[in-house]
């Protein structure tokens, strides 16, 4: 990351500009509707974000679930029944949702400028909030004599045994599957973008899937899983292992080799009759010390550059960007997505049935 000189919108002329109109949304008692992705994920937002915007702006604040449905979101639009006002999606929704005109532009200069942020999230209809990172994990108890370490080990059921859990997606699951084929990180999508590419990730797949006890949708399920010994390894988000064994304890061991590293975002979908409240609540919530803030309940990267000076020395080396973690993960490929999504899920999710 590197700091780049401040622009003549500052941090106090972006909260002056939130505090303009303060009085008028306060005594219209709007509701704002923000969807993200539940658990410790979710509450961690409600603590950075949420609840100092209600405070803030006078605004109530409603929140709901999804787990990244591209045609949920899309259809909303399209049928003009847009009932989320801000939703944290992924890159590839962003990309999508923008060149399909269903989701709406940001206005950068109310945000402090392009160049505030990490490069990569920034995006015309979307602004990154945090990089996190699709690792797996298991649980240590199951394993006296250590447990897996690379993303092979995961297929190696005789050395490794147990039950697994992996993303009901085929985003961050054919990466993973091709990993485990001997693919470089690097390769990754060189080889997925072709059909014989994706058949070899399949291919993968069907060797573990008769061990894959559950394929998890919620970003909560997997540290669950573990805690409740249904499964023994499992794929999840960085954040939710750690804050399982921050906060409750759990003897689970987080691996990095082969870390997908991704963005979450903050967009506004076209359609909201909230529009004017969603733009103020995204420019507070991509505020450096509140991007800090959030840290503080779960490891995920900020995307503004000057977030990192308000972070804890001691959650830095728990971030899914420090330099240890990351020697050998990769970028999900936002364009890929975005242009293989529905696509690649229709076939995913009919593989999933057979």
Known sequence: MTHKMMSKFTTAAVFATLLAGTSSIAHAADTLTIASWGGAYQESQAKAYFEPFKQESGANIVTDEWSGETAKLKGMVETGTTSWDVVDVEPGHALQGCEEGWLEKLDYDSLGGKDKFIPGSALECAIGNVAFAYIFAYDASKFPNGGPQTVADIWDVKKFPGARSLRK???????????????????????????????????????????????????????????????????????????????????????????????????????????????????????????????????????????????????????????????????????????????????FNNWLAK
């Open 169 to 347: 997606s085929p985003k961050s699951t054919l990466e993973l599957a091709l990993i485990a084929d001997g693919v470089a990180p690097t390769d990754i999508y060189k080889v997925l973008d072709t059909k014989e590419g994706v058949d070899r990730a399949f291919k993968k797949l069907d060797e573990i899937k008769p061990n894959v006890k559950v394929w998890w949708g919620a970003g909560a399920q997997p540290p669950q899983l573990l805690a409740d010994g249904e499964v023994a390894i499992t794929t999840a988000y960085n954040g939710r292992i750690y804050d399982a064994v921050k906060s409750s304890g759990k003897n689970f061991k987080i691996v990095w080799d082969g870390a997908a590293l991704d963005w979450d975002m903050w967009a506004i979908p076209k359609g909201t009759s909230k529009l004017e409240l969603a733009k103020k609540f995204v420019a507070f919530a991509s505020q450096p010390k509140n991007l800090a803030a959030q840290t503080k309940y779960i490891p995920y990267g900020p995307s503004s550059l000057e977030a990192s000076k308000y972070v804890d020395k001691d959650v830095l080396p728990n971030l899914p960007i420090a330099p240890e973690n990351s020697k050998t993960s990769f970028s999900i490929s936002a364009q890929f997505w975005a242009d293989h999504d529905e696509e690649l899920t229709e076939r």
